[in-house]
């Protein structure tokens, strides 16, 4: 038999209706998998019980010929999601016991189209970082080998999802990007990663990072794949203020639409110094694949490009300053505190306690920013740069319909080369960090290897809620870069 | 500007994170080194350009004055690290 944990979702949807094995026999497959690939610390919490309830449940539909869009597809879920009754952490100790009594409007999206969950993947602690060393679980690892053997981070935020997708011990993810949390470590892992426009996914039951940059989005081996997840996942919600009443595209269909009379806009603030070579090459290899399939390629300007992380470490600092003030050791989550202890002792010792130190180091700038006469100097000001940043976006997309970038400027880096500077770390996202504060679409691409042998990552960034075209284009760069894959 | 370790204790105080004198001395640096890098924006005129809040153009939905939750105490305290009787503990704030 085929193996089954090498199938796209596409191709596992197709052999469970034409009854070449079931929903039960792809989710043993992959909990087996899973087992032998532990050591890659891709979930901080393993459900597989509940997989096996619910890859049973979609067979007994699938007999009864009721099957869903997704029915039986064995998924990773970031641990950001809440999901009911299933530990959720956000790879914080702070959250550590945590057990969500309802579901995330996402989660339950797709379980409703019929997905099954594995587990709950490894993450930066709440989501703050580029490289998952930041989890109080531990780093989760990539499954790709470098020629030195050293271990590599997978990227991040998103590092657990990726790694699973790529490792073939889960068939797709979900993940959430707030300044590049998917893209990046899609790049990295050699996998697709799609980030849809802010509101286009409920962010309701997603634990808060930055509440006007955070967004869901899914991990998959193909760009029709990740179509399919998106397609599930996404969709209008009462219940976030933000979520945008739009119907959902056929985002898989989109990938197939091909690039003819596009134009494909190249940004020149992107070309920065000390990219690798072999991503400068990528890139205008990626441009000439668009061309050859009919696109038009236009040089186009976004001037305030340097700016973009910067304003973002003012911005989401101070959300995250404000949406993590709930962590107060009385409602859920740890408490430290001795007899004799006064309520602000406990608020302050159960926030040290439970808090890493990036996400301490984010809370403090956070309200630094916001203080009393520094408000002006800074939020004020990063949010004005932010209406800049989106204006440049709005001005290119005058004469392009799409954009085409690297997704970073480096390939995966080892665990033991994660820089100790906190600002060298921030630049990994120097080319997703823009769109995010925009609200714009964007997905990465697997395109090829660096000299090294690691995969690398296009970006593909659209218009506010055309996610269609990025699924056009993404389509089109996958057919022409013929991947393949992690050998 | 550089942070000094009394401002720093003072934001410390502000986000209710207590910082022992050795974790102060850490993040001191770090905390620094990112205030440096953010200061960078001085430098682009902004002038007349309108604060940009949020990406959502609309105004935010009202839904309906309705009741559509509640009834789930137990569900609410489920998490708590300490409840009696259907409420959370927290140490005496009255004398």
């Given at each position: 038999m085929t193996d089954l944990c090498k199938l796209?979702?596409?191709?596992?949807?197709?052999?469970?209706?034409?009854?070449?094995?079931?929903?039960?026999?792809?989710?043993?497959?992959?909990?087996?998998?899973?087992?032998?690939?532990?050591?890659?610390?891709?979930?901080?919490?393993?459900?597989?019980?509940?997989?096996?309830?619910?890859?049973?449940?979609?067979?007994?539909?699938r007999a009864e010929g009721k099957a869903l869009p997704l029915d039986g597809i064995p998924m990773a879920i970031k641990d950001m999601f809440c999901t009911k009754g299933v530990r959720t952490t956000a790879g914080s100790k702070i959250l550590g016991n945590f057990v969500p009594q309802y579901e995330s409007t996402v989660t339950a999206k797709l379980f409703a189209d019929g997905a099954v969950m594995l587990g709950k993947a490894n993450q930066d602690e709440f989501a703050m970082g580029s490289s998952n060393i930041t989890s109080a679980f531990g780093p989760a690892i990539s499954p790709w080998k470098r020629a030195d053997g050293k271990p590599l981070v997978p990227g991040g935020s998103s590092g657990g999802s990726a790694a699973a997708v790529a490792a073939n011990i889960t068939m797709g993810a979900t993940g959430t990007d707030t300044g590049?949390?998917?893209r990046q470590p899609a790049a990295f892992c050699g996998i697709v990663g799609v980030k849809p426009t802010y509101g286009r996914c409920s962010r309701w039951g997603i634990v808060?990072?930055?509440?006007?940059?955070?967004?869901?989005?899914?991990?998959?081996?193909?760009?029709?794949?990740?179509g399919l997840l998106l397609g599930a996942m996404a969709g209008f919600d009462e219940k976030d203020s933000t979520s945008a009443n739009l119907p959902v595209p056929d985002f898989a269909a989109a990938a197939r639409r091909g690039v003819k009379g596009l134009r494909i806009g190249i940004p020149k603030e992107y070309r920065v110094s000390g990219m690798d070579a072999d991503i400068v090459a990528m890139w205008e290899k990626g441009a000439?694949?668009?061309?050859?399939?009919?696109?038009?390629?236009?040089?186009?300007?976004?001037?305030?490009?340097?700016?973009?992380?910067?304003?973002?470490?003012?911005?989401?600092?101070?959300?995250?300053?404000?949406?993590?003030?709930?962590y107060d050791g009385v409602r859920y989550g740890l408490r430290d505190a001795a007899l004799g202890d006064d309520l602000d002792d406990l608020y302050e010792k159960s926030r040290a306690a439970g808090f890493g130190e990036e996400v301490r180091r984010r809370i403090l700038v956070g309200t630094y920013v916001l203080s009393a006469g520094y408000y002006d100097a800074y939020y004020l000001k990063a949010q004005q740069v932010r209406a800049l940043i989106a204006r440049d976006f709005a001005k290119a997309f005058e004469s392009c319909d799409a954009l085409l970038t690297p997704t970073a400027p480096t390939p995966a880096f080892a665990l033991d080369e994660s820089p100790d500077d906190p600002v060298t770390m921030y630049l990994n996202d120097v080319f997703t960090i823009p769109a995010s504060l925009a609200g714009l679409p964007g997905m990465s691409v697997p395109a090829g290897l660096s000299a090294g042998g690691l995969p690398l990552g296009l970006q593909i960034l659209g218009k506010p809620f055309d996610e269609e075209t990025v699924f056009a284009v993404a389509g089109a760069v996958e057919s022409a870069a013929a991947f393949g894959g992690r050998k | 500007m550089a942070l000094d370790q009394k401002t720093v204790a003072r934001i410390a105080r502000l986000a209710r994170i207590r910082l022992t004198p050795e974790v102060s001395e850490k993040t001191l640096p770090g905390l620094n080194r990112v205030l440096g890098f953010i200061e960078q924006l001085s430098n682009i005129n902004t002038q007349g350009v309108e604060p940009m809040v949020s990406v959502s153009a609309t105004t935010l939905r009202l839904r309906d004055d309705i009741v559509n939750d509640g009834n789930c105490r137990d569900a609410v305290l489920a998490n708590a690290p300490e409840t009696i009787a259907g409420f959370f503990v927290v140490p005496k704030v009255v004398e």
């Open positions: 796209t979702i596409a191709e596992a949807l197709e052999g469970m209706d034409k009854k070449k094995f079931s929903a039960s026999e792809l989710t043993e497959a992959h909990i087996k998998a899973c087992e032998g690939a532990r050591g890659l610390n891709a979930f901080i919490t393993e459900s597989f019980d509940v997989a096996r309830g619910q890859a049973k449940a979609s067979d007994a539909r590049g949390s998917i808060a990072y930055a509440s006007s940059l955070d967004q869901a989005g899914a991990f998959a081996r193909s760009v029709k794949d990740a000439g694949w668009l061309k050859d399939q009919g696109a038009t390629i236009v040089d186009v300007s976004l001037p305030h490009t340097e700016a973009a992380v910067p304003a973002y470490y003012i911005v989401a600092p101070a959300e995250c300053s404000s949406n993590l003030a709930r | -």
